[in-house]
């Protein structure tokens, strides 16, 4: 069964977030701020605003995505 629209803009949203945490994952110490990782290395690279990655950390990511591979 083919996608929705709005299935497939929520699968690359949440696939974008995974590959967002991914590169957050790779900087992340203990003695460097989220701000400091977001403005050298992510928003760099995915052009994104600080509320927005604080909502790609947050979001069940694998739990929503094993629901939509259940809905195909």
């Known amino acids: 069964m083919a996608l929705t629209r709005e299935q497939g803009a929520l699968k690359n949203k949440l696939l ?3 590959e967002i945490i991914k590169e957050y994952q790779s900087h992340n110490t203990q003695d460097i701020p989220l701000t400091v ?5 992510i ?8 509320g927005t990655l604080y909502n790609a950390l ?9 629901e939509l591979a259940t809905i195909e």
């Open 43 to 50: 928003y760099p690279k995915f052009y994104i605003s600080k």
């Open 16 to 18: 974008r977030y995974k």
């Open 58 to 66: 947050n979001e069940p990511i694998e739990k929503q995505l094993k």
């Open 37 to 41: 990782i977001w403005r050298n290395y």
